[in-house]
């Protein structure tokens, strides 16, 4: 056996399928007298056409990201470790909660050792995850991204390690450097919690290119709404986390609303689709639901008030995740529209079909 | 030791779609086959660039027109253009690199360094033309290398030296921007008045290395009419990210000044 057949992946061999799909073009082309599949357009003309209004036979121009399933997981633990890190050092240093201030950090060390994790897990090489650190690239949201979690990583580590160490050993050294550590740890996380929406942004794929202006925001106010909402979860009942959550919710309604009215050629895959309906419902559940909830629990006795804020909780932190889900796969379904990069979008709209066939049929007429 | 800025003119009303230049370039850089596939898309079976793709002949197949069909009129107009990296002035895949391994060599080509490469793939989904891939079974992104280390001992690409009928020509790039549009003006004074030159030099992109001549819309070959870096949208980006970031900083501030001591 050559050392090429070791290297290189097996191509499509598969003659039984190729044979397959000759036999099913054969059968509709003698039933209908034309044939659907892609490329073939036997009716009027035997070959496809290209032409300004259809592209190259329809094919995308932009390839699609290659990231795997990892990456919109990040995308939500890095907004929730750098959110944490911040309320953290807030109620430390002004709501002198020590309580909420130790469980931050260790969320924030977990939140970032898993982003971590995922993040160089995705990456082609992973072994050669330093590279990331041989420049910095002002220009590059990957590389400034990389530095950050870097930074941010290495200093919400050290946080939660001193706070460890202080259970054990009352030194002024240790609570001096773990808060020097928080503080770092806060500054950083504060461009970690929503560079995620600045990396996709910066991209030419349209639908987040189309947003860049948002997504930011967008990302940030999500990943602040699971944060506050996770720290709830674990039994923290502070009532600064329940302003912010109520806060996020808000500017998530609003964000749902600029989503849904904002009605874009490229914010298509937003509203339809699977990739419509998950963002549909990471919005709902990260926008009015929690919103709503937590201004009954306003207004409601004290048990029933504790009950409604975590249910508002958990919609909160369920529809962060969904929203990352979606917009990872919204840029998926838009980087395949090949319309967009062409500037067809106008052409698609009118609903002019992809292919149009020449010859027999007459070629699609441009909506006036 | 002075080193010219290089370039490839793509000419595609001499094309004959043989393809050579393609199998030269596999041949040359060692990249695998990208499967015996059946498209339909006329005699385009491969359908874009991509890592294993550097060198791509499209086909383009029209309504018939007099002249660029065969010698019937009733035949179906039929071009050929090879498609290749842009290798862009300015390049949106060299900027979103995060390990700088894409670089800008000394002919003006972008190169892809295979050794630094750690597969994050985000230089994918910052080029605007599609041509970056990232190859799933070895992890890396790969692109054209135009030919960096043949240019490097005084050799043309592989894919121009293959050229039968000098379509890709190869040449220092002012001189080819002269040849480009002397050519397209030859092509008009012989009545194809749809030639002309793709070169988006008025876009962010400011220029491309690898021009092409083509006839009638340059998007029926794929060839966006407004290709963009994304780094234009920089500080869009970031001031969106400041004011997530202020608002989380005042926001936690507020909500736990104004929460008080628990």
């Known amino acids: 056996m050559s050392t090429d057949a070791l290297q290189y992946p097996t191509p499509d061999r598969d003659d039984a399928a190729r044979e397959r799909r000759l036999q099913e073009i054969r059968s509709q082309a003698e039933t209908k007298g034309r044939v659907e599949a892609i490329g073939i357009r036997p009716a009027g003309a035997p070959f496809p056409s290209a032409s300004p209004e259809t592209g190259y036979y329809g094919l995308p121009l932009l390839k699609q990201p290659p990231w795997k399933w990892q990456i919109p997981i990040y995308f939500f633990t890095g907004g929730v470790a750098g959110s944490v890190s911040v309320i953290g050092a807030a109620a430390r240093w002004i709501g002198q909660d020590q309580d909420l201030a130790r469980d931050c950090r260790y969320v924030a060390a977990a939140g970032t050792a898993l982003s971590s994790v995922l993040l160089i897990s995705d990456l082609g090489r992973p072994a050669r995850f330093l590279a990331m650190m041989r420049v910095v690239k002002l220009q590059s949201p990957m590389s400034v991204g990389a530095w950050t979690l870097a930074v941010f990583g290495t200093f919400s580590a050290a946080a939660a390690f001193a706070e460890m160490l202080r259970r054990h050993y009352r030194f002024l050294a240790i609570r001096f450097a773990g808060n020097v550590a928080e503080l770092i740890s806060a500054l950083s996380g504060l461009p970690f919690s929503n560079y995620t929406g600045v990396l996709i942004g910066m991209s030419v794929i349209p639908v987040w290119n189309e947003n860049v202006c948002t997504l930011p925001l967008h990302f940030g106010m999500s990943g602040l709404n699971a944060a506050v909402s996770i720290l709830e979860l674990l039994g923290h009942n502070n009532r600064a986390l329940n302003t912010l959550g109520l806060g996020a919710s808000a500017i998530e309604t609003i964000e749902g609303i600029y989503v849904e009215t904002e009605r874009k050629p490229a914010t298509q895959p937003l509203r339809r689709g699977p990739s419509g309906l998950i963002t549909r419902l990471g919005g709902v559940l990260s926008g009015p639901i929690p919103l709503a909830l937590r201004i009954a629990a306003a207004f409601a006795g004290r048990r029933r008030s504790r009950q409604l804020r975590r249910v508002a909780a958990a919609s909160s932190a369920a529809g962060s995740f969904l929203t990352r889900i979606a917009w990872v796969h919204a840029g998926h379904v838009s980087a395949k529209d090949w319309g967009l990069p062409l500037q067809l979008d106008a052409a698609q709209e009118a609903g002019i079909p992809t292919r149009p066939t020449v010859g027999a049929e007459k070629p699609p007429e441009k909506a006036a | ?262």
């Open chain 2, 1 to 262: 030791m002075s080193v010219t800025i290089t370039g490839f003119l793509t000419d595609s009303t001499v094309c004959i779609g043989c393809k050579a230049c393609e199998v030269a370039c596999k041949e040359w850089n060692g990249i695998r086959e990208d499967g015996l596939n059946f498209s339909g898309n006329s005699y385009d079976n491969t359908g874009a660039l991509g890592d294993s793709t550097w060198r791509h002949v499209k086909f383009i197949e029209g309504k018939p027109q007099p002249g660029l069909g065969g010698n019937a009129v009733e035949q179906l107009s039929w071009e050929f253009s090879s498609d290749v990296c842009k290798h862009c002035e300015v390049a949106g895949c060299l900027e979103a690199c995060p390990t700088g391994a894409i670089v800008r060599t000394e002919f003006g080509g972008v190169f892809l360094q295979p050794d630094v490469c750690n597969g994050c793939g985000y230089c994918v989904i910052a080029c605007p033309f599609g041509v970056v891939q990232r190859n799933e079974d070895d992890g890396r992104a790969f692109k054209c290398t135009f030919c960096y280390d043949r240019q490097k001992v005084g050799l043309k690409p592989a894919c121009a030296q293959a050229c039968p009928t000098e379509s890709i020509k190869f040449g220092p790039l002012d001189r080819l921007q002269l040849d480009a549009e002397e050519r397209v003006q030859e092509l008009r004074a012989r009545g194809m008045d749809d030639a002309q030159l793709y070169d988006p030099r008025d876009t962010s992109v400011g220029g491309i290395h690898a021009m092409f001549i083509v006839r009638g819309d340059p998007r029926q070959y794929n060839l966006p009419p407004k290709p963009e870096v994304p780094r234009t949208y920089l500080k869009a980006g970031w001031t969106s990210s400041a004011v997530a970031a202020g608002l989380l900083l005042f926001g936690s501030m507020l909500a736990f000044l104004g929460s008080g001591k628990q």
